[in-house]
């Protein structure tokens, strides 16, 4: 059987612009454990203040499925292993399996160690040998073990037989600069194997010459059982392999039971919480979990796949949890807005009227600029419209937006938008500040709803994102918005276009807030509880708080700076 063996805190915290928290790590721990990956390296403890109180703190987390790995290396040179204080924090970071890693590589000793060849076959075996002695399982990391064995093989492989001799229940090969290819990979398990029949091994590869999954799969058919990798490939330089394209490859293509299928199917969710924890965001063509992994474009694909879904696509995506996206683009042939309607549980035959007229006003929407890839919301809201089901929940009458630079010599711009509006018959009148003039237009529209729309208090806009269409006008550009929004159960993308970008601003704006009201209507119809849980084991204002961080546009005013004038 594979085990599977996460270095996301550790290796994966290696990768340029991460920086987990202890709770960061204790929440990945969590969501790994959920998966049912076998080990969770959790860092290095002795080697900073965090890792360590991860260790104590992860001693609560009760894990089901996985054993809690602390990771060091051998001891250091001219001291006994029970007085080398970095092998002493593992053993007491009080988790049952270590993984300390050793120099393979001749000149690694002789260059970065500065020893003898010798010295470091002590260092291997005695480090393992005192870490068994506390009963603890080990897995020792070959580390430059590919480079080592081009190099000079037969001390290489001197350096897995100390690990062995001395006890160590599994011998990883690491590919640590990550420049080999599978051939290579190959080669070296057909030699180790022979060489030393009774070892148990891993394989831990980097992704330097885009090979890091391939590497991983080489090395399963060449016989190791412990594979190693990170959630989205995290890690230095180029990353590590990525265990979330790892794990489907090794159960749907190499037929290795990993996880339970149940297990698999909440890949995808996995793979992205983890993404919003590191405060990344995710990669949309990352294979099987990736956004547009399952995502069709271009007409006759579309109904292709409509017909038959293997004739593009290689798996069943709500396997691995994810699911086919129909792409409303330039490209749509009829059949991309039906399956998109479908998706969308808007339920009409092919040759109708109302489809005719949904595609005649794509087609008008497209040619001003409008892109609905990733703005669904906003899609939706005009398939309703042109289906007349769509009942707009307020009229605008008017709006001002004022931005002023203050005269006190602080560089100080103050923004405040008026706005007019009537819902159901009554008008509003409300100004709202704001950091910017969408902000501010945010708030007063806000002012003015809720009023009406308690539910609106739930919904606060994440993201805003704004493209120039045709920057050849320059200034007088045509630019096109796209603004995310979230609720605690959904998150949905809504557009707008004009040569203005207030006006596109609010376009976009009133869309986000006109499709809350809408979603929550088909709710109510519908009869279904809104008060079910959000994405399972994510703690979403912490996510909304990570993802405010990397917002175009903070739109993170306190509600109270509007302010309704009476009249
Ligand atoms: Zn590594």
Redesign the pocket.
Known sequence: MIKLFD?TLR?GA?AEGISFSTHDKLQIAQALDRLGIHYIEGGWPGSNPKDNQFFKEARTLNLKNARLVAFGSTRRKGVKASADPNLQAIVDSKVPVACIFGKSWDMQVTHALRTTLEENLAMIRESVAYLKSKRMEVIYDAEHFFDGFRANRPYALKTLQAALEAGADCLTL?D?NGGSIPSQIMEAMKVVKRVLPKAVWGI?T?NDSGCAVGNALAAVEGGVTLVQGTFNGL??RCG?ADLSVIIPDLQLKMGHKVLSEAQLRSLTEIAHSISEIANQVPNDRQPYVGNSAFAHKGGIHVSAVSRHAATYEHIDPSIVGNQRRVLVGELSGKSNVLLKAKELKIDFAKDTKATHQILEALKKREAEGYHYEGAEASFELLVEKELSRYKPSFELKGFRVVVERKQNGKDEIVTEATLKIVVNSKEEHTVGEGEGPVNALDNALRKALERFYPSLSETSLVDFKVRVINAAAGTAARVRVLIESRDHKDAWTTTGVSTNLIQASWLALVDAIEYKLFKDSLKRSRNKSDDGPGPAGMDLDRGLARFDRYVHIDFSVPQDRGAVIPH
């Open positions: 270095t290796d290696q690491c640590t831990h980097h890690g230095e590590n």
